[in-house]
């Protein structure tokens, strides 16, 4: 949950703060695990892998971005999605002397973080309840934190401020004598780093990536969904969404009907429902409809309290 996390935390800098859907961001993702996946068989560090996915992730965005970004709206979205279908049969076919093609990518050999320790070793391993959480989790957990740390200070920065006067009036940013293409060029590449990194992590939890997991669009549209969910435009709002996401698939896998028997198949169905619920629900996503319903709820209780006391000393008046 939390490497996807990784990698909506950007995509909603692009999508909820500049206003720029993309369908192709699995073309990063699937980059950066391939990329983490190719060096882990000469070099097994997963700084180094972390490194290499993110570095050659940021690299093809530059010109995938500069295309792309030429471009608004649907046209926008269908481009990005056409270079991230590209790339999906390139791992199948001509690249599959580097991706392994349609059998997947599973040659991962991940060393000991700082050569101590080992990623699938429990961190407290004398402790039943606690066996579960390896180094991995701890590893990742810190890599979230440090991505919502950035994109909080990039948001807070004037970097942030431009990026969500083009989400709001583009024309207007330009009438400033602001250049729309370079900001929304680097809203593009900034997110697509922690696409990147998101899939670095992604081998190194799975051990293995397949083209279907990594390029193909239904990746990349998990990603929009996820934002959605939680909340585009809300720092933290997508994490709630790919928390959502995550646990609606693990769930309805592991449920057995008695006479349709297993449904883990139809988990996506389940989810277009809840999807559907949650946004007339909360048309601005979970986070931000929570948090605007406790703050009016605690708003009428103040209120109720002051028109409480207001009554008490009226009638003590009397």
Same mark, same amino acid.
């Given at each position: 949950?939390?490497?996807?996390?990784?990698?909506?935390?950007?995509?909603?800098?692009?999508?909820?703060?500049?206003?720029?859907?993309?369908?192709?961001?699995?073309?990063?993702?699937?980059?950066?695990?391939?990329?983490?996946?190719?060096?882990?068989?000469?070099?097994?560090?997963?700084?180094?892998?972390?490194?290499?996915?993110?570095?050659?992730?940021?690299?093809?965005?530059?010109?995938?971005?500069?295309?792309?970004?030429?471009?608004?709206?649907?046209?926008?979205?269908?481009?990005?999605?056409?270079?991230?279908?590209?790339?999906?049969?390139?791992?199948?076919?001509?690249?599959?002397?580097v991706t392994n093609g349609d059998n997947g990518f599973s040659e991962?050999?991940?060393?000991?973080?700082?050569?101590?320790?080992?990623?699938?070793?429990?961190?407290?391993?004398?402790?039943?309840?606690?066996?579960?959480y390896t180094y991995e989790y701890i590893f990742v957990a810190i890599?979230?934190?440090?991505?919502?740390?950035?994109?909080?200070?990039?948001?807070?920065?004037?970097?942030?401020?431009?990026?969500?006067?083009?989400?709001?009036?583009?024309?207007?940013?330009?009438?400033?004598?602001?250049?729309?293409?370079?900001?929304?060029?680097?809203?593009?590449?900034?997110?697509?780093?922690?696409?990147?990194?998101?899939?670095?992590?992604?081998?190194?939890?799975?051990?293995?990536?397949?083209?279907?997991? *990594?390029? %193909?669009? +239904?990746?990349?549209?998990? =990603?929009?969904?996820?934002?959605?969910? &939680?909340?585009?435009?809300? /720092? $933290?709002?997508?994490?709630?969404?790919?928390?959502?996401?995550?646990?609606?698939?693990?769930?309805?896998?592991?449920?057995?009907?008695?006479?349709?028997?297993?449904?883990?198949?139809?988990?996506?169905?389940?989810?277009? *429902?809840? %999807?559907? +619920?949650?946004?007339?629900? =909360?048309?601005?996503?979970?986070?931000? &409809?929570?948090?605007?319903? /406790? $703050?009016?709820?605690?708003?009428?209780?103040?209120?109720?309290?002051?028109?409480?006391?207001?009554?008490?000393?009226?009638?003590?008046?009397?």
């Open positions: 949950m939390l490497i996807y996390g990784i990698v909506v935390i950007g995509y909603n800098l692009l999508l909820g703060y500049t206003g720029l859907l993309s369908f192709g961001h699995a073309a990063f993702f699937g980059t950066g695990a391939y990329v983490a996946g190719v060096v882990s068989q000469s070099v097994g560090s997963p700084i180094v892998m972390l490194l290499a996915g993110t570095a050659v992730a940021t690299l093809i965005a530059w010109p995938i971005g500069w295309v792309s970004i030429r471009r608004t709206g649907v046209y926008f979205a269908v481009i990005t999605l056409t270079f991230g279908q590209m790339l999906y049969f390139w791992a199948l076919g001509p690249g599959s002397f991962v050999g991940t060393e000991p973080i700082l050569g101590i320790f080992e990623l699938d070793s429990a961190v407290f391993p004398n402790i039943d309840l606690l066996q579960s890599l979230a934190l440090l991505a919502l740390w950035i994109a909080n200070r990039i948001l807070k920065s004037p970097y942030g401020l431009i990026f969500e006067a083009l989400g709001q009036n583009q024309q207007r940013v330009s009438f400033v004598g602001l250049n729309v293409q370079r900001y929304k060029l680097m809203a593009f590449i900034i997110s697509a780093v922690f696409a990147g990194t998101g899939g670095a992590l992604f081998i190194m939890h799975e051990n293995y990536v397949h083209p279907n997991t *990594a390029y %193909f669009w +239904i990746q990349s549209g998990d =990603f929009v969904i996820m934002t959605i969910l &939680g909340g585009a435009g809300s /720092l $933290v709002g997508p994490v709630f969404g790919a928390f959502i996401f995550e646990y609606v698939a693990n769930v309805i896998s592991g449920i057995s009907l008695p006479v349709i028997g297993a449904i883990g198949s139809l988990w996506r169905i389940v989810l277009g *429902a809840v %999807f559907v +619920i949650i946004v007339w629900t =909360f048309p601005k996503g979970v986070y931000p &409809g929570v948090r605007d319903f /406790l $703050v009016r709820r605690g708003a009428r209780d103040a209120l109720d309290r002051l028109g409480d006391r207001v009554r008490n000393r009226g009638g003590e008046g009397e």
